[in-house]
């Protein structure tokens, strides 16, 4: 009696079909829940690499400000006439480098932070077209399997267990291509989101 699902290594030998179809099939199903469950990504969330450069610039400006700000207390400072002006215009001045030292640290951070998003879509990017490649190598497979098995007429058994596999294949593909159009979709979306 033949499996529930058709296309298991077993199957492939009973009927004659290439070994490659369940060899393929194993391939993809683990390449696809490998990149899931923590072998990489597998997608890019739209708008955070746009918020990681956001951030750089933001921290950018703050201590672009922060540096205008000291110059004009210098100024002020070489301006003050009495001691106690010129003591309370140092305070504000070291707090101002240390904001600043504080600023240059934020940028390092923000960079880091755009840098990984990098890795991460370029990761992404790189898991995503694996997925893809497995999953249409299987469709490819499959079809040239499907060819031989419309043709199999060896004995009613095997035929009918080419029947019955032709029969799952045609059940199933609609599904790959459902996925192939939708990793195509995130393919798009994390070169989009390339910094």
Do not use: F
């Not at 997608?43 to 110059?71: F, I, M, Y």
């Not at 009918?160 to 996925?179: A, F, M, N, Q």
């Amino acid at each position: 009696m033949p499996s529930e699902r058709p296309g298991t290594a077993k199957d492939a030998r009973a009927s004659h079909i290439p070994i490659s179809v369940a060899i393929a099939t194993r391939k993809t199903v683990r390449w696809t829940i490998g990149a899931r469950v923590g072998k990489g990504p597998a997608s890019c969330d739209e708008g955070r690499t746009r918020d990681a450069k956001n951030a750089v610039e933001r921290e950018k400006r703050n201590v672009a400000e922060l540096k205008e700000k000291k110059n004009r207390l210098d100024s002020d400072k070489s301006r003050a006439s009495s001691d106690d002006e010129k003591n309370k215009i140092a305070k504000d001045i070291e707090q101002v480098e240390r904001d600043i030292y504080e600023g240059g640290k934020r940028i390092d951070e923000a960079e880091k932070n755009l840098e990984a998003r990098k890795k991460l879509v370029e990761d992404a990017i790189y898991n995503i077209g694996q997925c893809i490649d497995y999953r249409r190598a299987v469709m490819n497979v499959y079809a040239a399997a499907l060819d031989k098995v419309r043709t199999e007429e060896e004995t009613p058994e095997i035929k009918d267990l080419g029947r019955e596999l032709r029969d799952w294949y045609e059940s199933t593909k609609k599904g790959h291509e459902i996925y192939l159009t939708n990793r195509d979709k995130g393919m798009e979306i994390c070169k989009n989101e390339r910094p």
